[in-house]
Structures are given as C-alpha cells and as structure tokens.
C-alpha cells in the first residue's frame, strides 16, 4: 500500500512536470501532439482534438510531444507555424523551462502545507538513533537501537536526564547500562569534551518519538516554506558537487530507490512523507535545469547558443552534445542501480524521524 501512494507521489510529480511544458507550449500557440505520463508501451490512450493523452507501461517518467522539436522532423506544411522550431527562441526556453517551474511551485506548496498543519512533534527517548565516528560511544561499542538504562549508579529512562549527567562529566570514565535486543548489558566508555562549551560529548544521538503535529499561522508557513526553497537548492548543489568524490555517488539512487524512501517516509507519518515530496519536487527542477542533454537545461543551452550565433546549431553539434549526456545519465544510472541493490540486500531504506 505505501509503495503504490509513493508510486502515485512521483507520478503527480511527473505529471506536474509535463504539464508546465504542456501549458506553456498551447499559450504559445505550439502544436502538441502527445501528452504522456510514463513511457510506452501505453496502458491507456485517448486522443482529443490535436492531442494524443495517455499513460505509460513504464512508470519512469513521461513526455510531452511537440511538433518540431528536433529540425530534421517531418513537419507537414501547414503545421510550420505552429512548430517549436518556428517560435522565437524567449518561447521555446519558457516552453522547455516550464516543468521545472511547475515543480518549484508545487514544492512550495507542499512545503507550506508542511509547515501550516504537520509539523512533527518528537519527544526524545533513550534509544541510541545515531553513534558519531570515533566518540566515546563508538570506542565503547555502543549501536543504534541500544537503549541507555543507567549511568553510573544513576537510573533514568529520561533523555533529558542522561544528556545533563553526560555533560556534566567532560573527560570522565562511565558506566553504561544498556539493553540491546532484550538483553542488559554493562559497558565501560570515556566522555568526551565539547570545543565550544566545555561540556562533556558521549557521541550519540537520541531516537525521537512523533507524538502529534504542530502547526503555525498561514502567513508564518509561507515564509517558512518560501526560506525552505533557496536553502535546499544550496544543499542540492553540494550533493552534485559531491558526485565527483566515492561518497557522493554512494548516495545517489534511482526511481526505484526514490519510491522505496519515499514509502518508508510515509510510516514516519504524512507530514514528513509531504514534506520529502516536497524535496523531490525541487530536485527534480533543479535536476532538470541542469546545462545537459537531453535535460531541460540542455535545451534551454542550445537555445542561447542559437540566439548568440545567429543560426541553428549543427546537427551533428546537437547529436555529439547529446551522446556525451546521455553516456553521462546511463553511467550514473548504473551505479544508482548498483547503490539500490546493495542498500536492498543490506540495510535496507529505513529511515529515523
């Protein structure tokens, strides 16, 4: 049940998408001849006036099919006028640049939903979510999942406890009682000193529990939600960055991927299931934007190149540009793929609040 509502979240993606190029490309008087969510073979097709509507076999992605994309299509006479080719080159960039707006839209819609009515309310609890790299916790072989009973002779369930008994002993040796998997356990492990505070850092994180959700005036949540836009965008690019290092392309995951998250997210609840869709939505903009292609961006380049020179590029240009692009894509398909599979056959996609 939860993978087919993320398969439909991705498809309302997508078809969001689609529906920018499709909008932008009537107002501009263009001829559109399909209009697809996913690809063929279609499940379902009906067409209606000039337009051919359907719905993919494969839940990949979709399309929108203008008359006179590329300039070696067959272009009957009379539909020349109304080819992309054939509009000034401002239309085709908003044609083409449409979705990703669509998407950045719909991000920010769905982000202030988030912030208006399902913000999370977590409460801490003594369950171990997260043990830092070379801390106090991880010399003392403490996990995820381990939940902390007692320090020293002082016995507390309260995270809030636990955090003021390990802060106040920077540089000290503890006792730890802990329950792992129904079992107690004795460990032994050395706190650690804070830089900025001085305090003492065991070097773990605290499972949060969603009792409820908060909400915040409309006004708070659109400038809330509007904040949220440019400071992921910033985050995106970092991720991209990234993706020349090892680290970086361990991260990246394909749709299949996206769907198994995106199904986990709705078991922490539908405010961050919204709000993870949210996410989606801008990395599919940006994604989209970039200078590659057969991308948006890649098109939207072409077109300023065009402008600036003066005369259509090359086909042999285009087709060149477009190879490169696209050995790019499969390549990092590929380990997309291969990251998928290692994370299906170990840990899985589970996810913490």
Same mark, same amino acid.
């Given at each position: 049940?939860?993978?087919?509502?993320?398969?439909?979240?991705?498809?309302?993606?997508?078809?969001?998408?689609?529906?920018?190029?499709? $909008?932008?490309?009537?107002?501009?008087?263009?001829?559109?001849?399909?209009?697809?969510?996913?690809?063929? /073979?279609?499940?379902?097709?009906?067409?209606?006036?000039?337009?051919?509507?359907?719905?993919?076999?494969?839940?990949?992605?979709?399309?929108?099919?203008?008359?006179?994309?590329?300039?070696?299509?067959?272009?009957?006479?009379?539909?020349?006028?109304?080819?992309?080719?054939?509009?000034?080159?401002?239309?085709?960039?908003?044609?083409?640049?449409?979705?990703?707006?669509?998407?950045?839209?719909?991000?920010?819609?769905?982000?202030?939903?988030?912030?208006?009515?399902?913000?999370?309310?977590?409460?801490?609890?003594?369950?171990?979510?997260?043990?830092?790299?070379?801390?106090?916790?991880? !010399?003392?072989?403490?996990?995820?999942?381990?939940?902390?009973?007692?320090?020293?002779?002082?016995?507390?369930?309260?995270?809030?406890?636990?955090?003021?008994?390990?802060?106040?002993?920077?540089?000290?040796?503890?006792?730890?009682?802990?329950?792992?998997?129904?079992?107690?356990?004795?460990?032994?492990?050395?706190?650690?000193?804070?830089?900025?505070?001085?305090?003492?850092?065991?070097?773990?994180?605290?499972?949060?529990?969603?009792?409820?959700?908060?909400?915040?005036?409309?006004?708070?949540?659109?400038?809330?939600? !509007?904040?949220?836009? /440019?400071?992921?965008?910033?985050?995106?690019?970092?991720?991209?960055?990234?993706?020349?290092?090892?680290?970086?392309?361990?991260?990246?995951?394909? /749709?299949?991927?996206?769907?198994?998250?995106?199904?986990?997210?709705?078991?922490?609840?539908?405010?961050?299931?919204?709000?993870? $869709?949210?996410?989606?939505? $801008?990395?599919?903009?940006? $994604?989209?934007?970039?200078?590659?292609?057969?991308?948006?961006?890649?098109?939207?380049?072409?077109?300023?190149?065009?402008? !600036?020179?003066?005369?259509?590029?090359?086909?042999?240009?285009?087709?060149?540009?477009? !190879?490169?692009?696209?050995?790019?894509?499969?390549?990092?398909?590929?380990?997309?793929?291969?990251?998928?599979?290692?994370?299906?056959?170990?840990?899985?996609?589970?996810?913490? /609040?």
């Amino acid at each position: 049940m939860f993978i087919l509502i993320a398969i439909l979240g991705i498809g309302l993606l997508i078809f969001v998408h689609e529906l920018g190029h499709f $909008l932008a490309a009537k107002s501009f008087g263009m001829k559109v001849e399909k209009f697809y969510i996913g690809f063929p /073979p279609a499940i379902a097709k009906r067409k209606r006036g000039e337009t051919e509507y359907g719905v993919g076999f494969i839940p990949l992605g979709g399309y929108v099919k203008i008359t006179g994309m590329t300039r070696d299509e067959d272009v009957p006479e009379d539909a020349e006028p109304r080819a992309y080719y054939s509009k000034p080159v401002w239309q085709r960039i908003v044609v083409v640049s449409a979705g990703a707006a669509m998407n950045v839209v719909l991000a920010l819609l769905l982000f202030f939903i988030f912030y208006w009515q399902f913000i999370p309310e977590l409460v801490s609890t003594n369950e171990v979510s997260m043990v830092q790299v070379d801390s106090g916790a991880a !010399a003392a072989g403490l996990e995820p999942g381990d939940r902390i009973l007692a320090i020293n002779d002082i016995s507390t369930e309260d995270p809030e406890v636990l955090r003021e008994q390990l802060q106040s002993r920077p540089d000290e040796d503890v006792t730890l009682l802990i329950e792992r998997e129904g079992e107690k356990m004795v460990l032994s492990a050395h706190v650690g000193r804070q830089e900025e505070t001085g305090n003492g850092l065991l070097g773990v994180v605290f499972h949060g529990k969603q009792v409820g959700t908060l909400d915040v005036p409309a006004y708070e949540a659109v400038y809330d939600a !509007a904040r949220d836009i /440019p400071m992921i965008t910033r985050e995106v690019f970092i991720v991209l960055k990234e993706l020349f290092t090892s680290e970086g392309l361990e991260q990246i995951a394909t /749709p299949i991927g996206i769907v198994a998250v995106s199904s986990e997210t709705i078991k922490l609840g539908w405010g961050i299931y919204i709000r993870v $869709l949210g996410f989606i939505s $801008l990395q599919l903009a940006i $994604l989209n934007l970039l200078p590659l292609l057969p991308l948006d961006g890649g098109h939207v380049m072409m077109n300023l190149v065009e402008k !600036a020179k003066g005369s259509p590029v090359r086909k042999e240009i285009y087709e060149k540009i477009s !190879a490169v692009g696209l050995i790019i894509f499969v390549t990092l398909f590929i380990i997309a793929l291969m990251n998928d599979v290692q994370r299906l056959m170990g840990p899985g996609f589970g996810l913490e /609040p």
